[in-house]
């Protein structure tokens, strides 16, 4: 191999490795971003996924394994109805890179659309979203075909189908923070009556 071609390998390489990296988020920008926006919605945050899968031979479930705690996400807004799904690197191997997803906000607050774009290989899912309690996020979908083949090569065969059930908990910012319970400083904090007894100042009530 010439010097020239050895050369381009390597630079191709290193290209390769920033490029794997210039697509993770690190966490503490995450932080700095939602300590300092005015205002979130309350999908956005750090997230702990976890997921659910369940495998079916026509209607009959053949099997179901839970994997908890299997990766840690982000979510920020990406425009005025978009929140993109954010890589911070952690977790679990298997779910970086080769996908794209975002969830979009509904008419109906803790309603919202998931979607995504898988590559390598290509499919598309879709699925409805609820966020409760400002801490479950909870949606699913059946994956492709295209991965069914994929994933089980030879051992696919038609009538075999592959459910997956996403449980986020949410793991930042805090619930009871000053950007999500917000108090009135003109509002009227009490109450009551009340006489004075004596010149030193001493006051009786009820």
């Known amino acids: 191999m010439n010097m020239k071609k050895r050369t381009l390998i390597v630079i191709f390489s290193i290209f390769l490795v ?29 997230w702990s996924l976890n997921v659910v899968r369940t495998l079916y031979y026509f209607d009959d479930i053949i099997g179901q394994e839970t994997e908890e705690v299997r990766s840690d996400w982000g979510i920020k807004r990406f425009d005025k109805l978009k929140f993109k799904v954010i890589n911070i690197g ?11 997803a975002f969830f979009e906000s509904s008419a109906i607050d803790g309603f919202y659309t998931y979607k995504v774009n898988f590559s390598n290989p290509n499919w598309y899912a879709k699925a409805n979203a609820e966020l409760t309690n400002g801490f479950i996020l909870e949606y699913g979908y059946f994956v492709d075909e295209v991965y069914m083949k994929t994933a089980y090569k030879k051992d696919y065969r038609q009538g075999l189908k592959l459910h997956w059930k996403f449980i986020w ?18 509002e009227w904090a009490g109450n009551g009556t009340g006489f004075f007894i004596s010149k030193d100042g001493y006051l009786a009530t009820n």
């Open 18 to 46: 920033f490029n794997s990296f210039s697509q993770i988020t690190s966490k503490s920008s995450l932080i700095n971003y939602f300590d300092n926006a005015q205002s979130l919605d309350p999908i956005e945050g750090l």
């Open 90 to 100: 952690e977790g679990s191997n298997e779910d970086k890179g080769d996908f794209n």
């Open 169 to 186: 908990i949410k793991k930042y910012p805090k619930l009871n923070t000053s950007k999500n319970i917000e108090k009135n400083e003109n």
